[in-house]
């Protein structure tokens, strides 16, 4: 435990701060809920609603997110000292607040990109806030288990909800009733950030007098790519989120193909970020003790093995372990990528830090939906898929090869 002496009541540390963090992974659960509602039916909604055939426009809702969402990120860790990581995370809310409404209503594919804006400002600075927060909290002694809890509960909210609106739209269609989740979601997560959360600028005061870190001299060149180990996490997490974009848009046209049913397609889809979700409750305290290359080197490569094996699969089952292995490799990078970054940078530079490094990652999903939407269209879905197996093992061994 870190005291402040200017301020005997401020400590950092997960059991001084648990009723606050508790909270901020609540609130983050229903961040995670806003992203399951269209992770299992909305290329179905394309489809079935809108007629929409081709891969590439049916993938421009994940595109907008993913940019959308890249730069809410970048600017939550350049506004933090600033504006205050409570207004952030009560701002991003707002933005929530239409999206299953538009989501349910939409008249034509454009309402649904709009949406999708909203979303990834919402899922940027609600997101990075509570990120930033629960860092703040803990101190260096539990960034790793704060980064899984916080993860952990994101990430399996995502999993449930895209389970639960695949089985609520196999039985009662694919609009409005989903959608309604996403009303109760946005207006708990509103009201919480608003009324119970408090902001965490005395936390970092406090663990700034104490920090040994070194300041970077150029934050955005540094956490991009010229620091070694900076460089080498914000590269994965792109390549990552790249990945996770191909997943999102692709794999349920994927089993569609093979004549899987929605409920089917629902529970492989679904188990992937149940999988990444609770992994982390584990991973996140690995990060913890081991080193951190190792890590994120065996994630990537765990992800590229059950993307390349997804071109051979077939059966219900063959689809089901490999989700798990594929959230498994995820589960394996992503509180790890957060804690690294964090272990790397200064107290008073962390957030934005992580804002540049979440900016790469969630690039990502729109590089992700471009590039397979383009490659599924020309020549098909698998091999879009194995494209983006290489790409996540040339990742792993940069990590391998450049990380110290």
């Not at 207006?187 to 608003?194: E, H």
């Not at 620091?227 to 974009?245: C, E, K, M, P």
């Not at 089993?255 to 089917?264: C, E, I, K, T, V």
């Not at 939407?373 to 020549?379: Q, Y």
Request: glycine share 10%; with cysteine; hydrophobic share 50%.
């Amino acid at each position: 435990m870190i005291n402040n002496s200017q301020n005997p009541s401020i400590s950092l540390g997960l059991r001084e701060n648990w009723k606050q963090f508790t909270l901020l992974v609540l609130i983050n659960a229903f961040v995670g809920g806003m992203v399951g509602l269209e992770r299992t039916i909305l290329p179905e909604l394309a489809e079935q609603e809108f007629g929409m055939v081709v891969k590439s426009t049916i993938l421009s809702f994940i595109v907008v997110f993913g940019i959308t969402k890249a730069v809410a990120n970048y600017y939550a860790g350049a506004w933090a000292n600033k504006v205050g990581r409570k207004n952030l995370l009560v701002i991003g809310w707002v933005f929530a607040l239409p999206v299953p409404l538009i989501l349910m209503l939409a008249p034509t594919w454009g309402w649904i990109v709009f949406a999708n804006i909203l979303l990834g400002i919402n899922q940027g600075l609600s997101w990075s806030s509570t990120v930033v927060m629960k860092i703040d909290l803990v101190g260096e002694k539990d960034r790793g288990l704060a980064m899984g809890l916080n993860e952990s509960a994101g990430y399996l909210a995502v999993g449930g909800v895209a389970f639960l609106t695949g089985w609520i739209a196999s039985r009662y269609g694919i609009r409005p009733y989903p959608f309604y989740l996403g009303i109760f979601f946005a207006v708990m997560g509103i009201l919480g950030s608003w009324l119970l959360v408090k902001d965490t600028r005395h936390h970092v005061a406090a663990e700034t007098k104490t920090s040994s870190v070194r300041k970077l001299r150029h934050i955005f060149r540094e956490t991009t790519w010229t620091d070694r180990n900076l460089g080498s996490i914000t590269q994965a997490g792109f390549v990552n989120n790249l990945n996770d974009g191909m997943v999102w848009g692709l794999l349920p046209i994927l089993l569609a193909s093979r004549s899987f049913s929605l409920d089917q397609i629902g529970i492989i889809v679904a188990v992937y970020p149940s999988v990444w979700g609770l992994g982390q409750l584990l991973t996140g305290k690995m990060a913890d003790h081991f080193q951190k290359k190792k890590l994120l080197f065996t994630g990537m490569l765990s992800q590229a093995f059950a993307l390349c094996a997804m071109l051979w699969a077939v059966s219900f089952s063959e689809f089901l372990l490999l989700s798990v292995v594929l959230g498994a490799g995820t589960a394996l990078v992503y509180p790890t990528f957060l804690a690294g970054v964090a272990e790397f940078t200064h107290p008073e530079q962390r957030a934005k830090s992580i804002g540049v490094f979440r900016l790469w990652r969630d690039l990502g999903y729109a590089a992700g939906a471009i590039l397979t939407g383009v490659i599924a269209d020309m020549w098909g879905v698998l091999p879009s898929v194995g494209v983006i197996a290489c790409l996540t093992l040339i990742s792993a061994l940069i990590i391998k090869i450049r990380m110290d």
